[in-house]
């Protein structure tokens, strides 16, 4: 999925996520509690209220609602400007509302915070900065700008100044951390929601790979016995039809056919039916798979694999699961992309643990990102330089977030860093970005432990 695709579902369309239906319903009880409201201050408190402005202000809302309600399908989901002049809307009501009613002496001035909560938690920032700002005047107006509460014999309620003064600072101090904090985590959880499904995107496309090679060994199987009964029934007419020289040419086509048909299953692999060996390989075969699409991208990938003190010579057969393999190729990817000429990838081993380690010759990663590596959408302004060295990139950090989080799920541990603050330092061409990659070797063992591979028994295919 391209950066494209991810910007769409994020900024201007992520309100194209809020049906109609969702602000309408919110409306109407909006509207009941401002009439309960009204209805309260009038008949119980014998407030003297601007009863037809009020009724007005009340009424132009539940017009808007059902004119919604009627011109609109049930399941309409809101533009982004759409949604900008709904809430916008309901803002600019319920302030005229409040200046009909005593301005900020009126408790539920409180209530100016919820259009801005909802801007932020499903519109763009631009939006949410408009939404916030409209609201911070309308509540700056109302603090010298409104009708007084008087009570039934005429006297005004309102509270001092001081208290006007505090109210109106706390409306705005909550105005702008609610916004930013719900826009934030709004944010967040988008990215994250986004950047999971990119991962289950590629993790589903390396897993169709790994099934089509069973596929391809499966057909290999079912197909071997019935090509032998083919080619072994030519044979037998090629004989018997000695005085049909047409038929006989016929017959040898159709031998001829099935001998090509042969050698072409014997390329795909000779292979059962679940190749229990297609789930398993050498630590270096997987490494060599993760790699190969980056073989020839004008770097050289230079691999380096051994035991660690203490660990056997003989280096682990490990799952060949399709996370490891995609997750591998993206962190060889980002080294690839930002080398100058040279990537090393070196796999060690001991009973106890599987490490790779992947190094380039680049800059490394940003000093200031490194506590953020692994995050997905990190954007960072890039300078001239950047640009020339890889102009298609755009910092999203989403490679490495599908990296990480697949392999995190087989059992590993990552660490990024640069070519100084390694543990182990190595020749000093190796001063770019570092990643580390290990296992408890239990977690992918293919031959030993709790997720050990058996190896079953594959039949030959008779010809």
């Known amino acids: 999925m391209s950066e494209t695709q991810f910007g769409l579902m994020q900024g201007q369309e992520r309100s ?9 319903v919110l409306r109407w009880v909006a509207i009941a509690g401002q009439v309960i409201a009204i209805t309260v201050a009038q008949q119980l408190y014998n407030l003297q209220l601007e009863l037809g402005l009020c009724i007005l202000a009340i009424g132009i809302s539940v017009v808007s609602n059902l004119l919604a309600i009627f011109v609109f399908p049930e399941n309409k989901r809101l533009s982004e400007f759409e949604n900008f002049l709904m809430v916008l809307f309901d803002l600019l009501q319920l302030g005229f509302l409040l200046y009909l009613t005593g301005g900020l002496n009126n408790p539920f001035a409180l209530l100016v915070l919820a259009p801005v909560t909802i801007s932020a938690a499903m519109m763009s920032l631009r939006s949410t900065l408009l939404i916030g700002g409209s609201a911070i005047i309308l509540v700056t107006l109302m603090a010298e700008f409104h009708l007084p509460l008087r009570t039934e014999q005429g006297f005004i309620l309102r509270i001092p100044d001081v208290f006007v003064f505090g109210n109106w600072t706390a409306i705005v101090i909550a105005i702008v951390f609610i916004g930013a904090y719900a826009f934030r985590i709004s944010t967040e959880i988008r990215r994250m929601s986004d950047a999971v499904a990119a991962t289950q995107l590629a993790l589903s496309r390396e897993q169709k790979l790994t099934d089509l090679g069973g596929v391809v060994a499966a057909a290999a199987h079912e197909l071997g016995t019935p ?7 030519s044979a037998e007419l090629i004989e018997e039809l000695e005085d049909r020289p047409d038929l006989r040419e016929d017959a040898a086509l159709i031998r001829e056919q099935a001998n090509r048909c042969r050698d072409i299953l014997r390329d795909m692999g000779r292979a059962g039916k679940d190749d229990l060996h297609l789930r398993q390989a050498p630590l270096s075969t997987v490494v060599h798979e ?26 682990p057969t490990i799952l060949r699961k399709p996370e490891i393999i995609h997750g591998l190729r993206n962190l060889v990817q980002n080294a690839v992309d930002f080398a100058r000429a040279q990537v090393w990838i070196e796999a060690a081993w001991d009973e106890e643990s599987i490490t790779l380690q992947i190094m380039d010759d680049g800059h490394g990663f940003p000093p200031h990102l490194l506590g953020r590596i692994g995050d997905p959408f990190m954007r960072r302004r890039r300078n001239e330089s950047d640009r020339k060295q890889r102009p298609e990139y755009r910092g999203m950090g989403l490679g490495l977030f599908i990296a990480k989080t697949l392999l995190e799920r087989t059992g590993a541990q990552l660490t990024f860093s640069n070519g100084p603050s390694r543990p182990d330092p190595h020749p000093s061409d190796r001063c770019g970005a570092y990643v580390e990659v290990k296992w408890p070797r239990s977690k992918i063992d293919a031959l030993q432990g709790e997720n050990a591979v058996p190896l079953g028994e594959n039949k030959w295919i008779e010809v």
């Open 16 to 24: 194209h996520w809020i049906r109609l239906r969702t602000l309408i």
């Open 227 to 233: 090509l032998a009964t083919i080619k072994l029934t």
């Open 290 to 315: 993760a790699a190969e699409p980056h073989l020839n991208r004008g770097k050289d990938i230079i691999f380096e694999e051994g035991p660690l003190v203490g660990g056997s010579y003989q280096q």
